[in-house]
């Protein structure tokens, strides 16, 4: 692949074992690694201002290809001047390609060599996801980083079927270098996707052919799609083994707080998951001190916040009994607090988990941080 294009760079700060403090660099802001993207699907955090996201401290967010390129439609975003505009953040933003949302859709969608055809959720109408389609859209919002059309497949599977989508993901991943190089603009880059399951074979095939193509970044895909927590952290540590050191590395998908620790004990730099504003917007807010589910009873006189010592308002202003009202009848206002709230939690998250690396004690800190928050409050 040619040189990356201007403003874009990844800085290894400090290891501690294999889990990685750095920066990626972009034209539109340095991106602090461990990273956690917020996940705003349609242009939009669901429930919260652009600027209580970046006010949580979330340096770039990702949006997603298959639903812009559907509503409002790429075409039109571009002509009202790419995606930073039309949402109002003047961060970073990461594109995934649309592949997996495409995948989940089943019975309406025809994988080929050439793509997938599929009919849109909204509406019924037929489109054609093509690699070079998927980079055209990426492009026409103006993403910082762009994915690789690929085909995730869910687990388990058979060896036969990892392995062909494994193989076409690759060949998808040649086409979409291809396009990507006659269509962005300087300071964008393309990240490939590691594929093959939970197979050791299929993954480390996987990596080799990419690494040789010289991508930016590699993203780990097809994981949390089906298989244990034990076994996906197996596969991760088959895999980051073989990246390559001064590039970037993205586990998509994932996951849960304590996902994310054992992650970057295995050398992930960058996550996204919908987890805490899915679960703001029913009820269950995450804490240092385990999840809480605030439309249990035990919340209806408690006067003290989610936590106190938090900078976000929403877990440190608010009583647990007002949350908890809120959710119970039904308040969009409950929502939003608990999507802030968990929003600026994961970001607390990745600030410890970098000052952890800094400080050469990730090891004893991932321990005890792990144990506060398995206990997991079934209240």
């Known amino acids: 692949m040619r040189d990356v294009m201007p403003g874009f760079g990844y800085r290894k700060i400090a290891n501690d074992h294999a889990a990685r403090l750095g920066e990626i660099v972009t034209p539109r802001g340095i991106i602090r690694t461990p990273a956690f993207m917020p996940v705003g699907t349609g242009a939009t955090v669901k429930a919260l201002y652009p600027e209580q996201v970046k006010a949580a401290g979330a340096d770039i967010l990702l949006a997603n290809t298959y639903h812009l390129m559907l509503r409002p439609g790429a075409e039109r975003i571009a002509r009202l001047g790419g995606l930073h505009s039309f949402m109002r953040w003047d961060g970073p933003i990461l594109t995934d390609s649309g592949g997996f949302q495409v995948m989940s859709l089943g019975k309406l969608r025809q994988i080929s060599e050439e793509g997938v055809q599929f009919r849109s959720h909204v509406d019924g109408s037929r489109h054609m996801l093509t690699p070079?389609?998927?980079?055209?859209?990426?492009?026409?919002?103006?993403?910082?980083?762009?994915?690789?059309?690929?085909?995730?497949?869910?687990?388990?599977?058979?060896?036969?079927?990892?392995?062909?989508?494994?193989?076409?993901?690759?060949?998808?991943?040649?086409?979409?270098?291809?396009?990507?190089?006659?269509?962005?603009?300087?300071?964008?880059?393309?990240?490939?996707?590691?594929?093959?399951?939970?197979?050791?074979?299929?993954?480390?095939?996987?990596?080799?052919?990419?690494?040789?193509?010289?991508?930016?970044?590699?993203?780990?895909?097809?994981?949390?799609?089906?298989?244990?927590?034990?076994?996906?952290?197996?596969?991760?540590?088959?895999?980051?083994?073989?990246?390559?050191?001064?590039?970037?590395?993205?586990?998509?998908?994932?996951?849960?707080?304590?996902?994310?620790?054992?992650?970057?004990?295995?050398?992930?730099?960058?996550?996204?998951?919908?987890?805490?504003?899915?679960?703001?917007?029913?009820?269950?807010?995450?804490?240092?001190?385990?999840?809480?589910?605030?439309?249990?009873?035990?919340?209806?006189?408690?006067?003290?916040?989610?936590?106190?010592?938090?900078?976000?308002?929403?877990?440190?202003?608010?009583?647990?009994?007002?949350?908890?009202?809120?959710?119970?009848?039904?308040?969009?206002?409950?929502?939003?607090l608990l999507s802030w709230a968990n929003t600026a939690f994961y970001q607390e998250l990745m600030t410890a988990m970098r000052s952890s690396i800094a400080e050469a004690r990730f090891a004893s800190w991932a321990e005890e941080t792990k144990a506060r928050l398995s206990r997991d409050n079934k209240i």
Not at 150 to 161: F, G, S
Not at 244 to 272: C, H, N, Q, W
Not at 289 to 300: D, F, T
């Open 132 to 336: 070079e389609r998927a980079i055209e859209i990426q492009c026409l919002l103006g993403a910082d980083i762009q994915m690789q059309l690929d085909e995730c497949i869910e687990l388990p599977a058979e060896r036969h079927e990892v392995e062909r989508a494994m193989n076409l993901s690759i060949r998808w991943a040649e086409r979409s270098r291809a396009a990507f190089e006659s269509l962005a603009k300087p300071g964008q880059v393309l990240f490939s996707i590691v594929q093959g399951g939970t197979d050791e074979e299929l993954r480390r095939r996987s990596v080799e052919a990419l690494v040789a193509m010289d991508f930016p970044g590699y993203a780990v895909g097809g994981l949390a799609v089906g298989e244990s927590h034990d076994i996906m952290l197996a596969t991760l540590d088959g895999i980051t083994t073989l990246l390559p050191d001064e590039k970037p590395r993205y586990l998509m998908g994932v996951g849960t707080p304590i996902d994310l620790i054992d992650s970057v004990a295995r050398g992930i730099d960058m996550f996204d998951c919908v987890l805490p504003t899915r679960n703001g917007r029913h009820g269950l807010a995450f804490t240092w001190q385990g999840r809480l589910n605030l439309k249990n009873s035990c919340h209806a006189d408690d006067a003290s916040p989610l936590d106190a010592q938090s900078k976000c308002p929403a877990a440190r202003d608010y009583s647990r009994a007002y949350l908890h009202h809120l959710i119970k009848s039904g308040e969009f206002l409950g929502s939003m």
